[in-house]
């Protein structure tokens, strides 16, 4: 398997523009996490899917970020407009339930808005 | 709610010598503990995953042990090498419907040739 993959890996953006970060995660993991880490905060849980259902999104910062999961296999974060303060990297994770088992992470999405 | 905390924060030590990093949490009713390894510009891998009712997890030149009661654990790494330089990081799993991870900051490790 390829693993959970993100797109974009790097994005410069200008504050106030649109940001849309992409996972695909592993195929057969029925649940999906978007996390923040930054060296302030550490990571920070963002957004929980399971079975494509947003479960938990008490970590959303604020209503300028969404995130979507229309299908298994593909779920969206963006970031409408964007801060400087939201420069992080986000990353994808997915797992498949069961208490015993991994989580396992994308590489991330470096995000620098200036 | 549950708090992880990991020291120190940055260990610098030469190659050859036993790693030792410590992971405490608040709240000892969890469902299992997960050592990460974290590369600079890398996602996170899993590194071990210990249930709450196992006390030790071993793979190759790495052992967690884990304390519930007293809200520990701790990765050994045996005879370090520099390719072990990485930030590590431990995350407990909550009994919480869904299992929501807490990670604690991490500690970044250096192995000197």
């Known amino acids: 398997d390829a693993g959970v993959i993100q797109s974009p890996r790097h994005e410069v953006t200008e504050m106030g523009q649109e940001v849309t970060l992409r996972c695909k995660p592993i195929s057969g993991h029925n649940s999906l996490f978007w996390y923040r880490q930054t060296m302030m905060r550490g990571l920070e849980l963002l957004i929980y899917f399971n079975n494509n259902v947003p479960i938990d999104d008490s970590g959303m910062p604020e209503d300028r970020f969404s995130a979507k999961m229309p299908n298994a296999s593909f779920s969206t974060l963006k970031i409408q407009p964007s801060e400087p303060r939201d420069s992080a990297v986000y990353f994808c994770a997915s797992r498949q339930d069961g208490t015993g088992n991994t989580i396992y992470f994308g590489e991330g999405s470096w995000l620098t808005v200036v | 709610k549950q708090e992880v905390t990991q020291i120190p924060a940055a260990l610098s030590v030469p190659e050859g010598e036993n790693l030792v990093l410590n992971c405490s949490f608040t709240?000892?009713?969890?469902?299992?503990l997960q050592w990460f390894r974290q590369d600079p510009g890398k996602g996170l891998t899993s590194l071990l995953l210990i249930q709450s009712s196992q006390r030790e997890q071993t793979s190759g030149r790495l052992n967690a042990s884990l304390d519930k009661s007293s809200g520990r654990s701790t990765l050994y790494i045996a005879a370090s090498q520099p390719g072990d330089s990485a930030t590590y990081l431990c995350a407990v799993r909550g009994t919480d419907s869904w299992g929501k991870l807490q990670f604690g900051a991490g500690t970044q490790v250096v192995v000197t040739p």
């Open positions: 709240d000892s009713a969890i469902y299992n």
